[in-house]
């Protein structure tokens, strides 16, 4: 498995969610961007998230996000480095 740019893109809307409000969903609007929209719509589809549009992260969609911080930091910090 590869890192795709759809992968990508569903990473960068995992990114958007606040995780430390659970509370807090998102909505992407239809004039986001194509790539933005569709990313949204995959999430949704794979159990991520509550609504195709966005909504709140489901408890896999948590971990998810939450995993996806992690790398992010640290791959940020090691860049740095």
Do not use: C, W
Not at 49 to 74: C, F, K, M, N, S
């Amino acid at each position: 498995m590869a890192y795709t740019p759809e992968l990508v893109a569903e990473l960068e809307i995992l990114r958007l969610f606040n995780l430390d409000n659970t509370l807090e969903g998102i909505k992407v609007h239809h004039d986001a961007g194509d790539a933005a929209i569709a990313a949204t719509q995959r999430l949704h589809a794979k159990g991520l998230t509550t609504q195709p549009d966005g909504g709140y992260l489901t408890g896999l969609g948590r971990d998810a996000a939450e995993h996806a911080r992690v790398l992010l930091t640290i791959l940020s910090e090691t860049a740095t480095a």
